[in-house]
């Protein structure tokens, strides 16, 4: 049984063999590579000098980097609650049986399989002055006036919405999903039980619903939070950060130092910060969950 076993494992690990080969050259590698390159004076040509923690002690004085990471920080202040409770809103939409629950499903999850670079021109035709589709909405409504317009993306304040407002109607779509099966794993005994009970859809939507999606809102505000703190594309097609760099996330100065600049080495600093930071929020995320889980 023994041989038969190890025989076994042996076939398995070389079915995975490929896939590790991969993992280990294309990730594996590369990290330790990059946490190298911070060490060094490193250019887009070649390796320098050795500087040791000067790149590190060179950022903490960055004020570009603080702004712009207080930049990425704001952008998940903004996106990430309002993902959460619209992203459960439509789920609640589409978990309703109806005619319409599959076209509801369609619609809101379309916007999810676009590429970055459709989701922003489209984006920027909907919000540019004039002729774009939200300024005439604005007009219609009355809530702006006919002789006004908005310049969404030069404003800071404006440019912070329209950015967060394209981005959460190309990513709600998979939040939504997630919630829906979340939902769906629900057994209809229970409320089935609250109904002979008297409750309410309100009592048994705040009583049995919330409680039991509350792991899946903490699997979903985790990654949001990682995947808001990783924005970069849809702000760099968008504003390019600006007005200025007023709306710079942390992944586009990372770039700009690393290609534009040529400071491999520092940027390589700049990234391994940026992971050290989302991995304590991870862990501070996932301590207060356990806390929780715990008291319950």
Request: contains cysteine; charged residues 15%; positive net charge.
């Amino acid at each position: 049984m023994k041989a038969k076993q190890l025989r076994l494992e042996i076939k398995a690990f070389l079915f995975l063999l490929p896939f590790l080969l991969l993992y280990v050259v294309f990730t594996i590698l590369p990290m330790f590579k990059g946490l190298e390159m911070s060490l060094y004076d490193w250019t887009l040509i070649r390796k320098m000098k050795f500087v040791g923690f000067d790149n590190y002690m060179r950022m903490s004085a960055d004020p570009n980097f603080w702004r712009s990471l207080w930049n990425s920080t704001y952008f998940v202040i903004l996106t990430t609650p309002t993902m959460l409770i619209l992203a459960l809103a439509l789920a609640v939409i589409c978990n309703r049986k109806s005619r319409l629950q599959r076209f509801y499903r369609s619609v809101f999850f379309l916007p999810s399989v676009l590429s970055v670079s459709v989701v922003a021109y489209v984006g920027m035709y909907m919000v540019q002055p004039y002729t774009g589709f939200t300024n005439n909405f604005l007009k219609l409504l009355g809530l702006l006036s006919p002789d006004r317009e908005l310049f969404w993306l030069t404003e800071t304040p404006l440019a912070w919405i329209a950015i967060a407002g394209i981005t959460l109607w190309w990513t709600v779509g998979v939040n939504m999903i997630l919630y829906l099966s979340a939902m769906q794993d629900i057994p209809e005994d229970i409320y089935e039980a609250a109904r002979l009970d008297g409750a309410t859809g309100n009592q048994m939507f705040t009583r049995i619903t919330l409680p039991l999606l509350g792991p899946m809102t903490k699997t979903i505000l985790l990654l949001q939070i990682i995947a808001s703190y990783k924005v970069f594309l849809q702000i760099y097609i968008i504003t390019r950060g600006g007005p200025g760099t007023d709306t710079r996330p942390i992944i586009q100065y990372i770039y700009e130092e690393g290609i534009k600049n040529s400071h491999m080495g520092y940027a390589a600093a700049l990234s391994y910060s940026l992971f050290v930071i989302l991995m304590i929020v991870s862990l501070l995320q996932l301590r207060v969950n356990s806390r929780k889980g715990a008291v319950m």
